[in-house]
C-alpha cells in the first residue's frame, strides 16, 4: 500500500462529524495510532492532507504528538460545560498553543488533463497537521452549535465522541450498525428470555 502499512485507512477512521473528534476515535477500542504508518494512513484517511502526498518524512516524534493533542481534546469536548480546573485548563492552553502554529499551504496544480487538483507547496511538518487539528478543535468548542451537537455514544463500552447532525438530534449511537445493533440484540435476547420465563 502506498501509505506504508498494512493497516488500511478505513480500518483506522470513524467518521465522527469532526476531525479533532475523528482523532478521538482512534484510542477506541483499543490504541489505533500504534506507530508511525498507521498515524500516516488516519492523516490520509481524515482528509488532512490531499490524496497522494507523501508522508515518508513523518517519524515517531509525530504519533507522540497526535496522542498528547488527543488526550487534551478528549477532556474538553466531553465537559458538558468550561470547568474552571487546572487539567481542563491545562489542556485548553495546549489546544490553543498548538492552533496558532501555520497550516500547510495549499495550492492549485494543473494535471495532464487540464483540471486543478489541490496540493500542499511543502511536505506537511507534524506542527502544521497538529495546528489543523487544534484549529478544528477551537471551532468545535467556540461554536455553540457544533458544540450542542456533540454527543458520546450510548452503547456498552463505547465512549466514542460523534456530532450529531440527525433530524431532530436523537442519535444514540455512534454507529447504527455497530453499537446501535448490538443494542437490538440485547433487547431482544432480554424479550426472549422474559418471554422464556
Known amino acids: 500500500m502506498a501509505l506504508g502499512t498494512a493497516t488500511p ?16 476515535a482512534t484510542s477506541h477500542p483499543v490504541e489505533r495510532l500504534d506507530g508511525v504508518g498507521a498515524l500516516r494512513a488516519w492523516i490520509g484517511g481524515v482528509g488532512l492532507v490531499p490524496g497522494g502526498t507523501p508522508l515518508a518524512h513523518a517519524e515517531g516524534h509525530w504519533v507522540q504528538g497526535f496522542r498528547k493533542l ?20 491545562r489542556a485548553l492552553r495546549q489546544v490553543n498553543d498548538l492552533a496558532r502554529a501555520a497550516t500547510p499551504a495549499p495550492r492549485a496544480v494543473r494535471t495532464h488533463s487540464g483540471d486543478l487538483v489541490r496540493e500542499l507547496a511543502a511536505p506537511p511538518s507534524c506542527a502544521e497537521l497538529l495546528a489543523l487539528v487544534a484549529r478544528d478543535a477551537v471551532e468545535l468548542l467556540t461554536d455553540p452549535v457544533a458544540r450542542a451537537a456533540v454527543r458520546e455514544c450510548e452503547g456498552d463500552n463505547c465512549s466514542l465522541v460523534y456530532l450529531d447532525t440527525s433530524r431532530g438530534r436523537r442519535r444514540r449511537w455512534c454507529s447504527s450498525e455497530v453499537c ?6 440485547a433487547r431482544h435476547r432480554r424479550r426472549a428470555a422474559l418471554a422464556r420465563a
Not at 485507512?9 to 478521538?24: K, N, Q, T, V
Not at 488527543?70 to 485548563?89: K, M, N, Q, W
Not at 446501535?180 to 440484540?185: A, C, F, I, K, T
Open 9 to 24: 485507512p478505513y480500518e483506522l477512521r470513524f467518521d465522527a462529524g469532526r476531525i479533532c473528534l475523528d482523532l478521538l
Open 180 to 185: 446501535g445493533n448490538r443494542e437490538r440484540v
Open 70 to 89: 488527543r488526550s487534551c481534546i478528549g477532556p474538553l469536548v466531553r465537559a458538558p460545560h468550561p470547568f474552571d480546573t487546572v487539567p481542563y485548563e
